[in-house]
């Protein structure tokens, strides 16, 4: 008789995998993808490329050459993932060495320092993106405008967060004239990192993860919610602060929130932890675009909140069955 | 819907032998009975090598209050009394009885015909947990506890409701589905035993939403007893689980242990079990048969077989096409809490609710990744637990954040493992954890005890 495999219980599983979650966040972030070629055009296409294989590349050269690992985990899906999160965080005309050198601190640094998947305690990408950002800060900073389709000729302009911050370090709410309609910054004709700009492709990405359950809505609609309360409360106090229609539809909010913020491994682990961590960023992201020193606050908030989720975790337990309420 | 508030999975239901009748199993040539077929104390052999007996014959009796006796399911000549391999994977004490014909003890009423409650004015509830008691009745979903221990409540302790346990969440077995559309009626005036045995006005049928036809039957036949309600239940896995049936059924949470279900006024008793007590007390017969369920995606006739305790599940397996060519795993129970066997001569007992047979694909388990964080499994915990902490506690020995994070609350139901993208063998690690964090409380009981 053939032999029996033994092992303990449970014997079936979901089929759930890792593969089928990172590919899942992939897959939503198609639209907003489609939307970057087709505000940016070439310029986009180089900037994801170089990225993605950047990505790609470093986590198989750190894995195979410096950590010796036998099994690879380039396939996982989670360096593609760093990539593409790493490129729609820039903008379209950053020179190809600048995005290498991001790549190779985001995967390197971000990742693979700490053990690889799942031990790093700050976002991948953002670190790679805060890196560039204080390293090269006028590369990092002159946005193309929309529609602005080549790569080294691209047209750079102001963005709605240069718009809002000069306003305010002005005192000057007629600056505000010049923020483009609600409308346009809903499907992304305007200014900014080349992911970033249509916040509509990117809520449509949302869904599709609240859908698929690979996230809860808890982190997008916490930190949503916090930064148009108080991006309303601010603008009633002074017309200098932006409507927080604009404030919440600008700069990397939607991606953060959507994308950045909702990365497992960097999330709190309980619905009530992640509402904790989500109202936090959204008032962190309100706080330094307001009064702080960079026009945009989401990256900075992401990670500062990344900083805490140790202590959030420990903190938010889930309640146990039985418990009685208190 | 009614359901459980916390948690949950849904597994592919794939209960392929749902329609299938059940049929009588062939007398097996040799019965092995273990003195094990329960929770407590074992059974004491009371026959020796070559003792003759028939059906109905007491071959072990109860080890202890917190036992069960045990008796021949079959006619024959004791060959033996000696270890033999049990459900448990171990070895363990034994009788084994050589089947000569299908002789039965002239006590046992092998008539067919109803008995109900008000033809039989002169049981009281003492009657009746006795008569469960010399049954060797016990939980018969799978956890084998015995039945008369939990219809007799410590002191101080007054039970309010019998909930019955028909919800079968476990995916593939089909066996209490089955018996409810073939024996509602003993069903029935098995639970109103069990509530005068308890003393309850009010008895819940908990039925999950898969077996509508089940749930339509026994409201047709519950008619006739308004303090017995069938509950239709949303379908959600461990909807089985003691705790989660009592939060689903009545909306009340039983505590962490020690504390049990009659600490909420809940005695809960799976249908299989009501069917048992039944034929028991109306029928004078004790246990020594039960349905179970043959199934598997290879077998080629899915079954639902009435076996008398003894039979070698081999013999099971022949009766349902034989085991399949590309037999992996061979599982004593369901996909999710079931044991994997190590051979196929162990003879089946009480709590043998299904054979899963699963080929070799389906049998083995995916690459373990690391850990991503994505935290499915807390989400997916019945018991509001944090499995992927209690893991890694585990891993690393460290027992008391393992207690601190409430590792002995686990009911080992496997969907956090189940759920796992990373296919971590979170419930391997916690299992180890539980064990080794209940032994520190036990032998720290025992210190504190021996200071005074």
């Keep these: 008789m053939n032999k029996l495999i033994v092992s303990l219980s449970p014997h079936v599983h979901s089929g759930d995998s890792v593969e089928k979650n990172m590919y899942g966040v992939v897959i939503a972030l198609v639209p907003a993808l489609l939307c970057s070629l087709w505000f940016f055009g070439m310029g986009a296409a180089v900037v994801l490329l170089t990225s993605v294989c950047a990505c790609v590349f470093f986590e198989w050269a750190i894995g195979r050459f410096i950590l010796g690992r036998k099994e690879l985990t380039v396939t996982d899906g989670s360096a593609v993932l760093t990539g593409l999160l790493l490129g729609f965080n820039l903008p379209s005309n950053l020179p190809v060495w600048i995005i290498i050198i991001g790549a190779l601190v985001a995967i390197g640094v971000g990742k693979m320092t700490f053990g690889g998947l799942g031990q790093n305690p700050f976002n991948p990408a953002l670190v790679g993106r805060v890196f560039l950002l204080i390293s090269f800060p006028v590369a990092m900073t002159s946005w193309p405008e929309s529609g602005s389709m080549g790569y080294s000729d691209a047209v750079t302009g102001a963005t709605p967060l240069f718009i809002m911050s000069q306003a305010i370090s002005n005192q000057d709410a007629s600056l505000l004239a010049e923020l483009p309609s609600a409308l346009d910054m809903l499907i992304g004709r305007t200014g900014g990192s080349l992911g970033e700009v249509s916040a509509l492709a990117l809520m449509l990405g949302c869904c599709y993860m609240i859908w698929k359950k690979i996230i809860t809505w808890h982190i997008p609609v916490s930190i949503l919610c916090t930064v148009f309360v108080l991006a309303g409360l601010l603008h009633l106090v002074s017309p200098v602060y932006a409507d927080p229609v604009s404030v919440v539809l600008s700069g990397g909010l939607m991606l953060g929130a959507c994308f950045m913020a909702t990365d497992y491994v960097t999330s709190p682990m309980t619905p009530g932890g992640q509402i904790i961590y989500g109202v936090a960023i959204g008032f962190l992201t309100v706080v330094i675009r307001a009064w702080g020193a960079y026009p945009e606050g989401m990256s900075f908030a992401i990670l500062i909140m990344n900083a805490f989720v140790p202590l959030i975790n420990t903190y938010c337990k889930p309640k146990l069955f039985g418990e009685v309420k208190k | ?353 299904g054979l899963l047979i699963m080929n070799g694909q389906e049998a083995r388990r995916g690459e373990t990744r690391p850990c991503i964080r994505c935290a499915k499994c807390v989400s997916a915990c019945p018991m509001g637990l944090e499995p992927f902490l209690l893991s890694a506690l585990s891993s690393q020995h460290m027992w008391d954040g393992a207690e601190k994070n409430n590792i002995t609350s686990c009911i080992e139901c496997g969907s956090c493992a189940f759920t796992c993208p990373s296919h971590r063998p979170l419930l391997d690690m916690i299992r180890l954890g539980k064990t080794t964090v209940m032994g520190i409380i036990k032998t720290r009981a025992a210190e504190n005890a021996a200071k005074k």
């Design chain 2, 1 to 353: 819907m009614k359901t459980f508030r916390i948690g949950g999975v849904h597994p592919a239901e794939n209960k392929l032998s749902a329609a299938a009748p059940i049929r009588e199993a062939a007398l097996p040539k040799q019965a092995v009975f273990s003195m094990f077929q329960h929770i407590g104390a074992p059974a004491v052999p009371v026959v020796k090598k070559g003792d003759k007996v028939k059906v109905g014959t007491l071959l072990g009796e109860a080890g202890g209050f917190v036992s069960a006796p045990v008796y021949s399911s079959v006619s024959g000549t004791v060959s033996k009394v000696d270890v033999a391999l049990d459900a448990s994977d171990t070895r363990r004490m034994a009788v084994y009885v050589d089947v000569e014909g299908d002789e039965w003890e002239e006590s046992i009423d092998r008539s067919t015909d109803l008995v109900k409650l008000s033809d039989r004015p002169d049981l009281d509830a003492k009657t009746i947990v006795e008569k469960v008691k010399q049954a060797g009745i016990v939980g018969m979903g799978g956890a084998t506890f015995p039945t008369h221990v939990k219809l007799s409540p410590p002191p101080g302790q007054k039970a309010e409701c019998v909930i019955i346990n028909a919800v079968e969440c476990e995916p593939y077995l089909t066996a209490d589905h089955r018996l409810m559309m073939e024996k509602a009626d003993e069903i029935l005036v098995g639970i109103q035993l069990l509530m005068k045995a308890v003393g309850v006005e009010k008895g819940y049928v908990g039925i999950e939403m898969n077996k509508p036809d089940a749930i339509t039957l026994m409201q047709k036949k519950a008619e006739k007893y308004p303090n017995i309600e069938i509950v239709p239940l949303k379908v959600k896995y461990p909807q089985g689980g003691e705790k989660q049936l009592i939060d689903a059924v009545i909306g009340r949470q039983v505590p962490a242990p020690p504390a049990i279900p009659i600490n909420v006024g809940a005695v809960v008793q799976n249908v299989g079990t009501a069917f048992a007590v039944y034929e028991a007390v109306m029928k004078n017969k004790p246990l020594i048969a039960r349905v179970i369920t043959v199934t598997g995606k290879s077998v080629k006739q899915p079954s639902n077989l009435w076996a008398r305790l003894g039979t070698p599940f081999r013999q099971l397996i022949d009766e349902c096409g034989g085991l399949p060519e590309d037999t992996g795993k061979v599982i004593g129970g369901g996909p999710m809490m079931g044991k994997a066997l190590i051979s196929l001569d162990i003879p089946m007992t009480k709590g043998s609710s």
